[in-house]
T-cell receptor, first 111, second 113 residues
Framework: DAKTTQPPSMDCAEGRAANLPCNHS???????VYWYRQIHSQGPQYIIH???NNETNEMASLIITEDRKSSTLILPHATLRDTAVYYC????????????FGKGTLLTVNP | EADIYQTPRYLVIGTGKKITLECSQT?????MYWYQQDPGMELHLIHY???????EKGDLSSESTVSRIRTEHFPLTLESARPSHTSQYLC????????????FGPGTRLLVL
């Protein structure tokens, strides 16, 4: 009963956009989608989050489908330093502040 | 930028020793977390705290214990280390009541011989 589903690995050429998909078909109306990444077993790093609307910050863009059952994290110009495991998670707020991290997607950016 | 610290970064210790992994944050966050992660595997929540004197067990059963006497400090203790405890331990904190942006420390790599 995975809360989110991601491909185990993806490759991307340096300088190209990396599009990482995430399926969260059972997401409820008040749950946010969060993305983190973990570079070579360092502590995970927050990237971006969203509820319904698409979001953009200095690191990435997040596209959420209208039915909210899936989302895509976009790194517009991937660099070698973006090679990492990317985690898509869900959070509903309220009194339960726990996040559940799945296996994530290992993104390898190739020169 | 978040300020959360973990010491030691690396620890090699013999079976049966008592160890304490330190985690401190300077952001005044009320929520803190401990995760365990084996190489190449996913993170598992083992302990969390929503404030001083509040601690709860996480989703993965762990023989470790935690305490939260001060807001900024959330140490993890293993009374008697075993080789099965060999892993990486990651501490995190968060403080926003609406969003759940967790800030992670660099982790402690523990090797029990």
């Amino acid at each position: 009963d995975a809360k989110t589903t991601q491909p185990p690995s993806m490759d991307c050429a340096e300088g190209r956009a990396a599009n990482l998909p995430c399926n969260h078909s059972t997401i409820s109306g008040n749950e946010y989608v969060y993305w983190y990444r973990q570079i070579h077993s360092q502590g995970p790093q927050y990237i971006i989050h969203g509820l319904k609307n698409n979001e953009t910050n200095e690191m990435a863009s997040l596209i959420i489908t209208e039915d909210r059952k899936s989302s895509t994290l976009i790194l517009p110009h991937a660099t070698l330093r973006d090679t990492a495991v990317y985690y898509c998670t869900r959070y509903s707020g309220g009194s339960n502040y726990k996040l559940t991290f799945g296996k994530g997607t290992l993104l390898t950016v190739n020169p | 930028e978040a300020d959360i610290y973990q010491t030691p970064r690396y620890l090699v210790i013999g079976t049966g020793k008592k160890i304490t992994l330190e985690c401190s944050q300077t952001m005044g966050h009320d929520k803190m977390y401990w995760y365990q992660q084996d190489p190449g595997m996913e993170l598992h929540l083992i302990h969390y705290s929503y404030g001083v004197n509040s601690t709860e067990k996480g989703d993965l059963s762990s023989e470790s214990t935690v305490s939260r006497i001060r807001t900024e400090h959330f140490p993890l203790t293993l009374e008697s280390a075993r080789p099965s405890h060999t892993s990486q331990y990651l501490c995190a904190s968060s403080g926003d009541r609406v969003r759940e942006t967790q800030y992670f420390g660099p982790g402690t790599r523990l090797l029990v011989l």
